[in-house]
């Protein structure tokens, strides 16, 4: 069974927008942090942020420096699904993005850190044309 699935990339140009869906039909999608990364070819896997499951200490997301104010992450526990909502693309966000989900405390800690997360989805190509 697959852990997790992430769709909605594709080709866009700069200035453009596209929204990124996670479902996480292995696991119980509401008692995990979810987490988006992505990669660009010949470089490292970099978070570009996180959602807190709602445990009852707070709602909590991070957002990479280079991602602030242009992406928002949001989550639907009662349809067991993620988004990360992309406006604005720039060039340089062209890379494979991926979802990522921890049953434990990964946004609320090091949420940045790639061994914090347990699940991986597969990765969705996004391209932005200048």
């Known amino acids: 069974q697959v852990q997790v699935a992430e769709s909605g990339g594709g080709l866009v140009q700069a200035g453009g927008s596209l929204r990124l869906s996670c479902t996480t039909p292995?696991?119980?999608?509401?008692?995990?942090?979810i987490a988006w990364f992505r990669r660009v070819p010949g470089k490292e896997r970099v978070a570009i942020s996180c959602?807190?499951?709602?445990?009852?200490?707070?709602?909590?997301?991070h957002y990479a420096p280079s991602v602030e104010g242009r992406f928002t992450i949001s989550r639907d526990d009662a349809k067991n699904i993620a988004f990360l909502q992309m406006n604005n693309l720039k060039p340089e966000d062209t890379a494979i993005y991926y979802c990522?989900?921890?049953?434990?405390?990964?946004?609320?800690?090091?949420?940045?850190?790639?061994?914090?997360?347990?699940?991986w989805g597969q990765g969705t190509q996004v391209t932005v044309s200048s």
């Open positions: 990522a989900a921890d049953f434990g405390q990964a946004c609320t800690n090091a949420w940045s850190s790639e061994a914090l997360y347990d699940y």
């Open positions: 959602i807190n499951w709602n445990s009852g200490r707070g709602r909590t997301v």
């Open positions: 292995g696991l119980d999608f509401e008692n995990y942090d």
